[in-house]
């Protein structure tokens, strides 16, 4: 059989295939704007820097417990180099949320039943995880001895996530919660750094973070971009740990709660919430 060439593929390329994926962020206050970001917008987000949720079971105590483990290595590590920090960091935590909803899906296959409402949510933090990836990656590029050691953490992070995940995914998402009360900590570092010159707060932002978090292109910093990401990771803070509570609690089903929430506010608050204005649904809809 004679083999295709790269003319002829382009030409059979499916139609459905040229409806590219918009990455959507992940907090109401960057898809509602109306007008893009600027430093201060982004220092008005409230993104409850210090919370931290103390552990209380002997199932967030052992999550809580893993975390810091964690954090010794890394400290040690990468020290005061926050970029490359970052982008360590970051190849780690974008795997949680896939390995959540991977497990949820199956679940949802095998037992016949909707997953209540977690998995869009799970897929879309794995996804806001590699954007924060991407961009850091346009930022600096990591060495050869970094990229090795990224691709045996990931061997080893996935598959004990995994395994984390079937057992006890209450104590799993605990770890993500408290993961990301230390992401926190890492980027309020990393700004702190900034304000006191130790790192030039370059206005070499990536066009992809100007698009993805509607960040002003004209007044862009390394500073915004990293007010930006630090409230992502606030996001995934609060998803996490409530997460884990409604499974300690037994009640998982998120419709029942929201559809609550939303009574009597047809096309109000429910839409705002989900990220449905007339201007957002433009922005983030699918796109050609
Ligand atoms: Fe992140
Ligand atoms: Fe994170």
Do not use: C
């Not at 199932?59 to 809580?64: E, I, N, P, R, V």
């Not at 896939?98 to 794995?126: C, F, N, P, Y």
């Not at 109000?268 to 433009?282: I, S, V």
Request: aromatic share 8%; no cysteine; net charge neutral.
């Amino acid at each position: 059989m004679k083999s295709a060439s790269t003319t002829d593929l382009l030409h059979q390329i499916p139609e459905d295939l040229l409806y590219t994926h918009h990455p959507k962020p992940v907090r109401h206050e960057i898809i509602e704007s109306k007008t893009p970001l600027d430093t201060k917008a982004l220092e008005t987000i409230d993104i409850k820097a210090d919370l931290h949720r103390k552990p209380v079971t002997l199932s967030d105590k052992l999550a809580f417990f893993i975390v810091k483990l964690l954090r010794l290595p890394t400290d040690w590590f990468f020290k005061k180099k926050y970029i490359h920090r970052a982008v360590m960091l970051e190849t780690v935590a974008a795997v949680p949320g896939m390995v959540g909803a991977t497990v949820r899906h199956l679940r949802s296959l095998r037992k016949l039943q909707h997953d209540g409402g977690w998995i869009d949510h799970l897929l879309h933090e794995a996804e806001n995880e590699r954007m924060h990836l991407m961009t850091w990656m346009r930022v600096s590029q990591p060495n050869l001895w970094e990229r090795t050691l990224i691709t045996i953490v990931q061997g080893g992070f996935y598959n004990t996530f995994f395994l984390l995940y079937l057992l006890s995914p209450k104590t799993a998402h605990r770890v993500v919660g408290y993961l990301e009360e230390e992401a926190i900590v890492s980027y309020s570092s990393f700004l702190k750094e900034i304000d006191n010159g130790n790192i030039e707060n370059t206005k070499n932002v990536p066009d992809i973070a100007i698009d993805y978090w509607n960040l002003n292109k004209d007044t862009a910093t390394l500073r915004d971009l990293v007010l930006a990401i630090r409230a992502d990771e606030a996001t995934h803070r609060d998803t996490n740990h409530h997460f884990a509570d409604r499974i300690l609690l037994g009640h998982e089903d998120l419709r029942d709660d929201v559809e609550r929430i939303f009574k009597g506010d047809a096309g109000g608050k429910a839409n705002k919430m989900a990220g449905l204005t007339d201007e957002a649904a433009e922005k983030w809809k699918w796109n050609k």
